[in-house]
C-alpha cells in the first residue's frame, strides 16, 4: 500500500475525530445529554458522574492529545477558545498524518521481508 494514501486517510480520520469530539462537547454543553445537575436542579445526596461521560473524557484525552493546549485558554474568551481548538484540530491531523506514515512504512517493510 502507498504510504502516502494511508498517512492521508490516518489524517482524515484525525480530523474527523477531532471535529467530532469538538461538537459533541459543544453540544454536551448546550443540552446536557446526561443530565448532569445545574443551578436549578441540585444533585441528589450521592451523585457521581455517569460511567459514559466519565469514559468520554479520558477517551478525549487518549485520541486527541494536543486537547491539552486549550488548558492555556480555560480562563479566557470564547473567541481564544475557539482559536486554540482550531489549533488542536490542525495538530491532532498533523500527529495521526505521522502516525499513518510510520504504519505504512512498517507495513511495506514487513510486506517486503514476507516476499524475500
Known sequence: MNTVKLARRFALVGFLVSISFFFFWYLDDK???FHLPTVETPPPGNYGEPYLRALLEKLNFVVCPPLLITFLGMDSGSSVNLVLDAIVVVLNTALY???G???GTVWN??????VK
Open 31 to 33: 443540552f446536557n445529554f
Open 97 to 99: 498524518f505521522v502516525l
Open 101 to 103: 506514515l510510520l504504519c
Open 109 to 114: 517493510r514487513a510486506a517486503r521481508l514476507r
